[in-house]
């Protein structure tokens, strides 16, 4: 038994097509694999500008330095610091060389400190380390 196609349906089916491949291609460059872990950067964005401004905007919800222990590790906070880290991610590389220590340092503090697996211990000792490395970067940069 062969299947009627109602009139036009051929057509609706390939103009779906055409509007989708745009969609399709744009998962092939995805930030992650196109080396972009941030989200409104461009490449040629100052990377002083654009980092010190992600530990800025992370810093908002953050207790004053010497209140770790107070500190509520909450999602808005992890997102904001996950947030911080693929900023630096994405423009640690760009920073002055002598950054390179405090860099990788906010890069890994930021990498616990944005999951909400890592125990509260360990996250309070994050915080002191990300709290060092951005300092040394806000520093390095003005």
Known sequence: MR????PGA???RL????????????????PATAGRYSTGGDPSDDPCARVVSAIGYADLLLEPRGAEEAQNFESAVLGRLAEAR????????ALPPSL???VRALETSTS?????????????????????A?????????
């Open 15 to 30: 103009s779906v097509l055409v509007l989708m491949l745009p969609l399709l291609t744009a998962c092939q460059n995805s």
């Open 100 to 102: 390179a220590p405090a």
């Open 10 to 12: 051929v057509a609706r």
């Open 86 to 93: 693929g900023v630096t991610l994405q423009y640690g590389p």
């Open 112 to 132: 616990g400190l944005s999951r909400a697996d890592v125990p509260r211990e360990r996250q309070v000792r994050l915080l002191r380390e990300y709290r060092a």
């Open 134 to 142: 951005a300092e040394q970067i806000r520093t390095g940069c003005a």
């Open 3 to 6: 299947a009627i196609v109602p």
